[in-house]
């Protein structure tokens, strides 16, 4: 559907006419929303965001890390080979509003929309909760269009991008749901370890505006406590008994009394 609305877009030739439509409406809004919607763009913002599903449903992260390959061939083969030019490139600087950095360049598809749709599907296809599902794509829709209120994105871009994201984050759901063990005690470990990377990532990382480094900072702490008190948690519990390696020595055990009897 968004990419057939984005060829609409391109055929018609109204993608400048459409961001100017949507772009316009900053200067009516607060800058302070516009901030954090484009923040929960970041991949490692929206790792340490689903932290907290490290117990209940590890594969969320372990489907984002399995997604991020093709994410990445997606969004950054395309704004290599394109080289589409941002709207601050091309359009009078006077008729465009601008929050945050200025970027002229590789306009073309939207990273941010397409790590938000990848999120989406991931969170659409392993969750069960309903209003939780319908909650995730309407925050992914609004980052996406965020992209275009901030200045830094063309229409067609985040449509593009929504669409790849979404198919990104299927292929990670695909993976991760074909091993047991990402679902099992090692699996959640694992995801512990993806959560604290990403916290640590977003320790370490540039943030523009003094809000989304406060908010970096707050993610990164909430993803090393979910990390912490899951793998505490975890050491209290007994062995793995889904496929994990204390499984296998069991079942080697078992096999070896059986030979001995016999």
Wanted: proline share 5%.
């Amino acid at each position: 559907m968004a990419v057939l609305l984005a060829l609409l877009i391109w055929a018609s030739d109204t993608n400048v006419l459409l961001f100017h439509l949507i772009n316009d409406a900053t200067r009516w809004l607060p800058v302070a929303p516009l901030l954090a919607f484009t923040l929960w763009g970041n991949t490692l913002a929206g790792l340490a965001l689903v932290s907290g599903w490290i117990r209940s449903c590890p594969r969320i992260l372990w489907a984002v890390l399995f997604a991020l390959p093709p994410g990445m061939l997606f969004v950054r083969g395309l704004k290599l080979v394109l080289a589409v030019p941002r709207p601050a490139a091309v359009l009078d600087p006077g008729t465009i509003v601008v929050v945050g950095p200025v970027y002229r360049a590789f306009s073309f598809p939207s990273g941010h929309a397409t790590t938000a749709f990848a999120f989406a599907a991931i969170i659409w296809l392993l969750s069960r909760n309903r209003p939780l599902r319908i909650a995730v794509l309407v925050l992914a829709t609004m980052v996406a269009v965020s992209r275009v209120l901030v200045g830094v994105h063309w229409p067609v871009d985040v449509l593009v991008g929504a669409a790849g994201g979404w198919v990104c984050g299927s292929l990670g759901v695909f993976v991760a749901t074909r091993y047991r063990w990402t679902a099992n005690k090692f699996g959640q470990r694992g995801a512990a370890l993806i959560a604290a990377c990403a916290g640590v990532g977003l320790l370490f990382t540039r943030f523009s505006q003094p809000f989304e480094a406060a908010t970096g900072w707050i993610l990164a702490t909430y993803a090393f406590a979910m990390a912490g008190l899951s793998l505490r948690a975890l050491q209290a519990e007994p062995a793995d008994d889904l496929g994990g390696e204390s499984a296998l020595v069991e079942g080697v055990e078992v096999k070896s009394r059986r030979a001995a009897s016999d």
